[in-house]
């Protein structure tokens, strides 16, 4: 009997030894590619401040626009995205609260001049306090820049917006314009 139970342990180790040896040598390991949206807007930072300005009787007349202001957005997008315009409503002349209408002020948007985005769609809007799009674009891209322009009214619309008490050389009416990227 000692024989069949010392043959068993022997039978059992071999058992045992042969299978810790055929343990398998590899294994898997699952990676995911995790992608967060990402989107981001800055106005060049040397062209915070746009001032149009009305100076002789054909601009009263025809409308003054700013220069066509180079990379005056500069976008990253991790996919398709648009872009909108407001402001915090009309332009203000304080301490007087006399207003200037903001749709008479025009944002045209055009592609950049260092990197454009490829099939972009831009479309001028005049100001308003809503959002509005000014530019879509089917696909993301790292610093895509855009081009603005600024238009003041013409035809006369500010020749009654002129007033001594607000300053003899100049009255000057502010808003806040604020552009926010949206993804697609």
């Known amino acids: 009997?000692?024989?069949?139970?010392?043959?068993?342990?022997?039978?059992?180790s071999v058992v045992f030894a042969g299978t810790a040896h055929a343990q398998s040598k590899t294994d898997n390991v699952t990676v995911n590619i995790k992608l967060k949206p990402i989107h981001t807007l800055v106005v060049n930072a040397g062209q915070k401040i746009v001032d149009l300005v009305y100076t002789t009787e054909d601009d009263y007349n025809d409308g003054v626009a700013s220069p066509v202001l180079a990379d005056h957005l500069k976008i990253f997008s991790t996919g398709a995205f648009e872009i909108q315009v407001k402001t915090g409503g009309n332009f203000e002349s304080n301490p007087s609260g006399e207003s200037i209408d903001a749709s008479s002020v025009t944002v045209t948007p055009s592609a950049g001049t260092t990197k454009a985005s490829t099939g972009a769609v831009y479309t001028e809007k005049t100001l308003s306090n809503s959002d509005?799009?000014?530019i879509s674009n089917t696909a993301?891209?790292?610093?895509?820049?855009?081009?603005?322009?600024y238009a003041g009214a013409g035809a006369d619309a500010y020749i009654n917006k002129f007033s001594k008490s607000r300053g003899v050389s100049e009255n000057v009416f502010t808003a806040q314009v604020t552009y926010t990227i949206l993804a697609l």
């Open 1 to 12: 009997m000692k024989k069949v139970i010392l043959a068993a342990v022997a039978l059992i």
């Open 132 to 134: 509005q799009q000014i």
């Open 140 to 149: 993301g891209g790292r610093d895509l820049t855009v081009n603005v322009k």
